[in-house]
Protein backbone atom coordinates (compact mmCIF):
# COMPACT_ATOMS: atom_id res chain seq x y z
CA UNK A 1 0.00 0.00 0.00
CA UNK A 2 1.41 3.29 -1.33
CA UNK A 3 1.68 6.22 1.27
CA UNK A 4 2.07 9.87 0.71
CA UNK A 5 2.27 11.48 4.24
CA UNK A 6 2.74 15.81 4.10
CA UNK A 7 3.65 17.43 6.85
CA UNK A 8 5.31 21.28 7.59
CA UNK A 9 2.41 23.42 6.66
CA UNK A 10 1.18 25.90 8.76
CA UNK A 11 0.46 29.67 9.29
CA UNK A 12 3.13 32.40 8.41
CA UNK A 13 3.82 35.75 8.06
CA UNK A 14 3.93 37.25 4.46
CA UNK A 15 7.67 37.05 4.48
CA UNK A 16 8.48 34.01 6.48
CA UNK A 17 9.39 30.31 5.68
CA UNK A 18 8.14 27.09 5.66
CA UNK A 19 9.79 23.29 4.96
CA UNK A 20 7.08 20.68 3.99
CA UNK A 21 8.13 17.23 3.96
CA UNK A 22 6.66 14.46 2.34
CA UNK A 23 7.54 10.90 3.61
CA UNK A 24 6.18 7.94 1.16
CA UNK A 25 6.11 4.34 1.72
CA UNK A 26 5.37 1.06 -0.33
CA UNK A 27 6.97 2.27 -3.26
CA UNK A 28 10.46 2.37 -4.79
CA UNK A 29 10.88 5.77 -4.15
CA UNK A 30 13.78 5.86 -6.29
CA UNK A 31 11.92 4.48 -9.65
CA UNK A 32 9.53 8.10 -8.87
CA UNK A 33 9.77 11.90 -10.01
CA UNK A 34 8.11 13.77 -7.17
CA UNK A 35 6.31 16.93 -7.54
CA UNK A 36 4.70 19.34 -5.07
CA UNK A 37 1.02 20.98 -6.22
CA UNK A 38 -1.15 23.35 -4.40
CA UNK A 39 -5.08 24.03 -4.71
CA UNK A 40 -7.11 26.47 -4.24
CA UNK A 41 -11.10 26.42 -3.69
CA UNK A 42 -12.25 26.99 -6.70
CA UNK A 43 -9.49 26.45 -8.72
CA UNK A 44 -7.51 23.81 -10.28
CA UNK A 45 -4.55 22.00 -8.91
CA UNK A 46 -1.41 23.59 -9.86
CA UNK A 47 2.10 22.49 -10.23
CA UNK A 48 4.39 24.20 -8.22
CA UNK A 49 7.87 22.27 -8.19
CA UNK A 50 9.12 18.68 -9.58
CA UNK A 51 11.90 16.64 -9.20
CA UNK A 52 13.53 13.99 -10.98
CA UNK A 53 13.70 10.56 -9.76
CA UNK A 54 17.24 11.03 -8.76
CA UNK A 55 17.25 14.54 -7.87
CA UNK A 56 18.99 15.79 -11.24
CA UNK A 57 16.92 17.84 -12.87
CA UNK A 58 14.24 20.22 -10.65
CA UNK A 59 11.29 22.48 -12.21
CA UNK A 60 9.53 25.29 -11.07
CA UNK A 61 6.55 27.22 -11.72
CA UNK A 62 7.35 30.95 -12.68
CA UNK A 63 5.24 32.22 -9.73
CA UNK A 64 7.85 30.29 -7.28
CA UNK A 65 10.81 30.18 -9.22
CA UNK A 66 14.03 31.84 -6.97
CA UNK A 67 11.41 31.16 -4.00
CA UNK A 68 10.87 27.36 -3.71
CA UNK A 69 13.34 25.17 -3.59
CA UNK A 70 12.62 21.15 -3.75
CA UNK A 71 14.80 18.42 -2.99
CA UNK A 72 14.86 15.15 -1.84
CA UNK A 73 16.70 12.13 0.22
CA UNK A 74 16.07 8.63 -1.91
CA UNK A 75 17.91 7.05 1.23
CA UNK A 76 15.18 8.37 3.54
CA UNK A 77 12.10 7.77 0.84
CA UNK A 78 11.71 12.08 1.47
CA UNK A 79 10.96 15.04 -0.97
CA UNK A 80 11.07 18.67 0.69
CA UNK A 81 9.70 21.94 0.01
CA UNK A 82 11.61 25.15 1.46
CA UNK A 83 9.26 27.95 1.32
CA UNK A 84 11.11 31.40 1.36
CA UNK A 85 9.73 34.96 1.23
CA UNK A 86 6.14 33.67 1.17
CA UNK A 87 3.22 35.78 -0.29
CA UNK A 88 -0.33 35.56 0.91
CA UNK A 89 -1.04 34.34 -2.73
CA UNK A 90 0.80 31.09 -1.71
CA UNK A 91 -1.82 30.35 0.54
CA UNK A 92 -3.28 26.62 -1.19
CA UNK A 93 -3.48 22.99 0.18
CA UNK A 94 0.15 21.61 -0.57
CA UNK A 95 -0.17 18.18 -2.17
CA UNK A 96 2.79 15.56 -2.47
CA UNK A 97 2.83 13.48 -6.02
CA UNK A 98 4.59 10.88 -7.11
CA UNK A 99 4.74 9.53 -10.76
CA UNK A 100 6.41 6.77 -12.59
CA UNK A 101 5.47 7.34 -16.49
CA UNK A 102 6.46 3.57 -17.59
CA UNK A 103 4.73 2.21 -14.71
CA UNK A 104 1.58 4.65 -15.48
CA UNK A 105 1.34 4.84 -11.92
CA UNK A 106 0.28 8.45 -9.95
CA UNK A 107 0.33 8.55 -6.17
CA UNK A 108 -0.92 11.53 -3.48
CA UNK A 109 -0.71 12.53 -0.70
CA UNK A 110 -3.59 13.95 1.92
CA UNK A 111 -2.52 17.29 1.35
CA UNK A 112 -1.44 20.11 3.98
CA UNK A 113 -2.54 23.58 4.56
CA UNK A 114 0.09 26.47 4.07
CA UNK A 115 -1.62 29.77 4.98
CA UNK A 116 0.53 33.18 4.44
CA UNK A 117 -1.15 35.64 6.55
CA UNK A 118 -0.46 38.47 8.85
Known amino acids: QVQLVESGGGLVQPGGSLRLSCAASGLTFGSYAMSWYRQTPGKERELVAS????????NYADSVKGRFTISRDNAKNAVYLQMDSLKPEDTAVYYCNAQNIWLAQVYWGQGTQVTVSS
Open 51 to 58: ISNRGGST
